[in-house]
């Protein structure tokens, strides 16, 4: 017998080991644990043998979730505490616990899907179901219905997904729109790295993802939403456009921006200008 088969680790068992090399990162899972040749580090490997919570990440808050949102939902392995708040009675608690309730499937929400000056309670689910276009028709698309809070119709141009609710102006909504805003400016535009002969975003410079330059420069467009959603765009823009949005080809100009307008929830300007 070699010396790889006496000591290769029980592959078999699914008790976290607790005798890891201490790291100062959050560890992850193993990816060789749960293969069929299991981890040859054995007791030596720094990542996690199975999905188990350990003692080190249950005594640890979320970070993330503390800030305003943790992507993991329920699937975190750290703690998902909400800030300490000031002591009140019984019935105020229960009250602000209703208030919390997502106003369409009537559950706690996982992740709440906050609106822009609205201060109804979602979850990002239904929301982002009641958002999109899938199912509806092109007059409920076309009223701009879907964009809007479904209880007070208040327009909101996106929907931001945070771990706490805050109510319109609470500042801490406006601190949880920014970081998200933040985060998502690391990633990269899929219409702006499809147009690389011709740079293009039909959102330009009011896009909330990054546009950058092949040096590593940030690409910053003339014009906004409106200009570029008002505006013929033709050639291999287009189709970019086009597949992004299951838009016909051969529709007419005004036909295809006004899907993509509608698609986006973002409305149209008067002066629409065919290709």
Same mark, same amino acid.
């Given at each position: 017998?070699?010396?790889?088969?006496?000591?290769?680790?029980? @592959?078999?068992?699914?008790?976290?080991? &607790? &005798?890891?090399?201490?790291?100062?990162?959050?560890?992850?899972?193993?990816?060789?644990?749960?293969? +069929?040749? %299991?981890?040859?580090?054995?007791?030596?490997?720094?990542?996690?043998?199975?999905?188990?919570?350990?003692?080190?990440?249950?005594?640890?808050?979320?970070?993330?979730?503390?800030?305003?949102?943790?992507?993991?939902?329920?699937?975190?392995?750290?703690?998902?505490?909400?800030?300490?708040?000031?002591?009140?009675?019984?019935?105020?608690?229960?009250?602000?616990?209703?208030?919390?309730?997502? +106003?369409?499937?009537?559950?706690?929400?996982?992740?709440?899907?906050?609106?822009? %000056?609205?201060?109804?309670? !979602?979850?990002?689910?239904?929301?982002?179901?009641?958002?999109?276009?899938?199912?509806?028709? +092109?007059?409920?698309?076309?009223?701009?219905?879907?964009? @809007?809070?479904?209880?007070?119709?208040?327009? +909101?141009?996106?929907? @931001?997904?945070?771990?706490? !609710?805050?109510?319109?102006?609470?500042?801490?909504?406006?601190?949880?729109?920014?970081?998200?805003?933040?985060?998502?400016?690391?990633?990269?535009?899929?219409?702006?790295?499809?147009?690389?002969?011709?740079? !293009?975003?039909?959102?330009?410079?009011?896009?909330?993802?990054?546009?950058?330059?092949?040096?590593?420069?940030?690409?910053?467009?003339?014009?906004?939403?409106?200009?570029?959603?008002?505006?013929?765009?033709? %050639?291999?823009?287009?189709?970019?456009?086009?597949?992004?949005?299951?838009?016909?080809?051969?529709?007419?100009?005004?036909?295809?921006?006004?899907?993509?307008?509608?698609?986006?929830?973002?409305?149209?300007?008067?002066?629409?200008?065919?290709?």
């Amino acid at each position: 017998m070699s010396d790889r088969d006496t000591n290769a680790p029980d @592959t078999t068992s699914n008790v976290p080991d &607790t &005798t890891r090399p201490v790291t100062s990162k959050p560890r992850g899972t193993c990816k060789y644990y749960n293969t +069929s040749r %299991g981890c040859y580090a054995g007791d030596r490997c720094k990542f996690l043998h199975g999905h188990p919570l350990t003692p080190y990440d249950q005594s640890k808050t979320c970070k993330f979730y503390a800030s305003g949102w943790c992507s993991r939902g329920d699937k975190c392995w750290f703690i998902h505490a909400e800030p300490s708040k000031p002591s009140s009675s019984s019935s105020e608690q229960d009250s602000d616990e209703e208030e919390q309730l997502c +106003s369409i499937c009537y559950d706690k929400p996982v992740t709440y899907g906050l609106l822009i %000056g609205c201060s109804h309670v !979602f979850c990002l689910p239904c929301i982002k179901n009641w958002r999109g276009s899938e199912g509806k028709s +092109s007059e409920i698309l076309e009223a701009g219905t879907t964009k @809007t809070c479904p209880m007070c119709r208040t327009t +909101s141009r996106y929907v @931001t997904p945070s771990s706490l !609710f805050f109510a319109e102006g609470d500042p801490r909504k406006a601190d949880a729109i920014e970081k998200y805003k933040n985060s998502m400016a690391r990633v990269k535009c899929r219409y702006f790295e499809r147009s690389s002969r011709k740079r !293009f975003c039909p959102f330009g410079k009011d896009c909330f993802f990054k546009h950058e330059n092949d040096d590593g420069t940030p690409y910053v467009f003339s014009y906004g939403v409106e200009h570029y959603m008002g505006v013929g765009v033709c %050639g291999s823009t287009c189709i970019l456009i086009i597949a992004e949005t299951s838009v016909r080809s051969d529709a007419a100009p005004e036909t295809m921006m006004k899907t993509i307008s509608l698609l986006h929830g973002i409305p149209m300007v008067a002066d629409l200008k065919p290709c």
